[in-house]
T-cell receptor
Framework: NAGVTQTPKFRILKIGQSMTLQCTQDMNHNYMYWYRQDPGMGLKLIYYSVGAGITDKGEVPNGYNVSRSTTEDFPLRLELAAPSQTSVYFC???????????????FGPGTRLTVL | QKEVEQDPGPLSVPEGAIVSLNCTYSNSAFQYFMWYRQYSRKGPELLMYTYSSGNKEDGRFTAQVDKSSKYISLFIRDSQPSDSATYLCAMKAGNNRKLIWGLGTSLAVNP
């Protein structure tokens, strides 16, 4: 199993440009998450999905959009990039059963994005 | 007040030291408590988890939860340079879909 994969690894964008960060998992997990991580600021949840076709906002959704057409893929779209979106972006997935548990999240390697 | 508080450090210790990492929280509904380890330029990975109160030991690592004080700890015995990483606490209540994360504590173990 590859686990959670993310592309690209690095990207530099100009202000106002758009891009899509790709995320794929091969563990048949129902839940998927997008986080951003800024130095000293921990992980901030951007969006999450509980299954194909279902997404919901996290703490910091402004400036981002997501879609989930399949179980495996959860792309994150940045429209009109701004310097405040310079960050490291992590995608994660987990299996959430009916009984509830600690629901280990498996993370991808991250995408380092710089907006100039 | 944040739901989860964690001192970001950095913490620097000599090899072989006992390390204590801590988080406090305010939500008494939290039941699942986790520690993730994140190496530089990598994604976080689950290190240990505990349900409700008590201790859990795994090799050189011990996780403790004190629900009465709303305080969790991770102890690392005989610390090694390979333990140098950022340690993030995370917690959730029952069937909640999201984890609540601490800021992470940066640890350097010096040979």
């Amino acid at each position: 199993n590859a686990g959670v994969t993310q592309t690209p690894k690095f990207r530099i964008l100009k202000i106002g440009q758009s891009m899509t960060l790709q995320c794929t998992q091969d563990m048949n997990h129902n839940y998927m998450y997008w986080y951003r991580q800024d130095p000293g600021m921990g992980l901030k949840l951007i969006y999450y999905s509980v299954g194909a076709g279902i997404t919901d906002k996290g703490e910091v959704p402004n400036g981002y959009n997501v879609s989930r057409s399949t179980t495996e893929d959860f792309p994150l779209r940045l429209e009109l990039a701004a310097p405040s979106q310079t960050s490291v972006y992590f995608c994660a997935s987990s299996y959430f059963g009916l009984a509830g548990s600690y629901n280990e999240q498996f993370f991808g390697p991250g995408t380092r994005l710089t907006v100039l | 007040q944040k739901e989860v508080e964690q001192d970001p450090g950095p913490l620097s210790v000599p090899e072989g030291a006992i390390v204590s990492l801590n988080c406090t929280y305010s939500n008494s509904a939290f039941q699942y408590f986790m520690w993730y380890r994140q190496y530089s330029r990598k994604g976080p990975e689950l290190l240990m988890y505990t349900y409700s109160s008590g201790n859990k030991e795994d090799g050189r690592f011990t996780a403790q939860v004190d629900k009465s004080s709303k305080y969790i700890s991770l102890f690392i015995r005989d610390s090694q340079p390979s333990d140098s990483a950022t340690y993030l606490c995370a917690m959730k209540a029952g069937n909640n879909r999201k984890l609540i994360w601490g800021l992470g504590t940066s640890l350097a173990v010096n040979p």
